[in-house]
């Protein structure tokens, strides 16, 4: 039973991860890509990683807690990261590919 | 079978990484290898051997570190 949820969560994060890529590869600008890199980040790589927490839960050691630590550092720095480059994208003029203007 | 797929994804990030027109493309490709091979590390940790899981935090935080002065640097 354990072994066949992390098998399912396992390939559901490589799903999310394959997908990412394939955004990554074909979105139009910067600002598009962040969106496929979060998706990689956070709905690939921590879906496998939880899924290995799951796989050794019930031996619980100091290298489960060591997991569960990467997932919550994991999930703290991305979203600083992708932000942070999107601040420094747009203070140095990175424009997006299809601007949006507001009539008046 | 599953580190073919997130290797099938870590190759096409990388493809990004290559061809990206500007440098928040190419940051922004090798912080998502960064989370793609602290993924391998853990999961080769908890194949093998768990002591090899520190390593993983250590290329995450240096990961983190490394974006966050780029993305400082570029705007002064």
Redesign the interface.
Known sequence: MIDFITQVLLYIGGIFAVIGAIGMLRFPDFYTRCHASTMISVGGVTLALFALVISQAFALSVHTWKMLLIIGLLMLVSPTNTHALANAAYKVGIKPEKLVEEKK | M?EY??G???S??G??LIRGP?F??R???A??IA??L??FI??Y??MSN?AY??I??VI??L??LG??A???F??K
Do not use: E, H, K
């Open positions: 599953i797929i997130f099938l994804a870590l096409l990030v493809l990004r500007t928040a493309d940051m922004i490709s912080d998502t989370n793609i602290v993924l853990v999961y940790s908890v768990p899981i520190d993983a935090i995450m935080l990961s983190f974006t966050i780029v993305a400082r570029v705007v």
